[in-house]
């Protein structure tokens, strides 16, 4: 199995990836590191414990970083996620298990230096704790197998952005962070909004979940009422993106994408800032300042129904 350090910021949506990585026999989930972003980082991290209690997880919890590396916080997305980030779902206030003593960013960086070339890092929130990990041990770059992002949009299939015209959240979050990420030489992968505003779950296909997959199935029913009435009433659709779970999807079997390559920038203020962007045609006659940078690969199209069976399938 391919083990995975999941960084998170549960979340509605990223409780069902971790409930599906969780599941899938072809994934060890090694650890779950948190981040602020959809809800503060104590509400986030009360998040994970809570699944880890419930749904007896053997992965290590640890929290990570509470704010940005350099923009001003943006705040927890109340609108989407709710209150503490699992909608009308609470997490008790006392659990019987903790997060480990290390922050994220020290959790990513020794269990990568301890498990040379293993480890693939999932990241489905802002990238903070990532850029950390980098800034502090810059060595991880050549002992990580891959980093999976969900984040971002590349104007492909029209998607460009879900928190602005042209920024999608979790870069917007922190898009020095991203900038860090996507430039450094390690393998990137970018499920962004333009596959993962691709795939669907409708409100009949969660329904059918909630009947034929048990406990994980009734919790991820139970958490998604708020995230469907923010759908419904803000987006206008019956159902919700598939965000967070179609990295996981990308680490069980790669081939549900098709992807290009290139190398990639976030914008990091202005107007367009946390917009992502990835150079794809020749253009050096000027000078070739792109060029110093790896070529990461960006989803750009997926078979969303393979995908969606895949989901119901695991769990
Ligand atoms: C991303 O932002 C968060 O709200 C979701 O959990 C997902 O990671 C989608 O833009
Ligand atoms: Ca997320």
Not at 2 to 28: N, Y
Not at 164 to 192: L, M, Q, R, S, Y
Not at 199 to 223: C, N
């Amino acid at each position: 199995a391919k083990k995975i350090i999941l960084d998170t910021d549960p979340g509605i949506d990223d409780a069902m990836a971790i409930l599906f990585a969780e599941a899938h026999p072809d994934i060890d989930l090694i650890g779950i590191t948190t981040v602020y972003g959809n809800a503060t980082i104590d509400n986030g991290t009360q998040n994970a414990l809570y699944l880890k209690q419930k749904f007896r997880m053997k992965a290590l919890v640890a929290k990570g970083t509470d704010k940005p590396l350099i923009r001003e916080p943006v705040g927890a997305t109340v609108v989407v996620h709710g209150e503490a980030g699992f909608g009308d779902v609470t997490a008790p206030n006392s659990l019987d298990i903790e997060a480990i003593e290390k922050p994220a960013y020290q959790f990513i960086i020794d269990s990568v230096r301890e498990n040379p070339g293993e480890i693939t890092l999932v990241a489905v929130g802002p990238l903070t704790n990532l850029a950390l990990a980098l800034e502090v041990a810059p060595d991880i770059v050549d002992l990580v197998k891959e980093v999976v992002v969900m984040g971002g949009a590349f104007g492909e299939n029209d998607h460009r952005g879900n928190v602005t015209p042209f920024a999608e959240a979790n870069i917007h979050d922190d898009p020095h962070a991203a900038d860090k990420v996507f430039t450094a030489t390690w393998p990137v992968v970018i499920i962004g909004l333009d596959v993962t505003e691709e795939s669907f779950f409708t409100s009949q296909y969660l329904d059918e979940l909630r009947d034929d997959a048990g406990e994980v199935g009734q919790f991820i029913w139970d958490i998604s009422r708020y995230y469907l009435r923010f759908y419904s009433e803000k987006v206008g659709m019956n159902g919700c993106h598939v965000h967070d779970p179609s990295a996981i999807a990308y680490v069980i079997q790669p081939a549900l994408f098709k992807t290009r390559r290139g190398p990639i920038r976030v914008v990091t203020g202005g107007p367009a800032e946390g917009m992502t962007i990835q150079k794809v045609d020749q253009c050096n006659y000027m000078n070739d300042e792109w060029s110093i940078f790896p070529a990461q690969q960006v989803g750009v199209q997926v078979d969303d129904e393979t995908l969606l069976s895949l989901y119901r399938e695991t769990l």
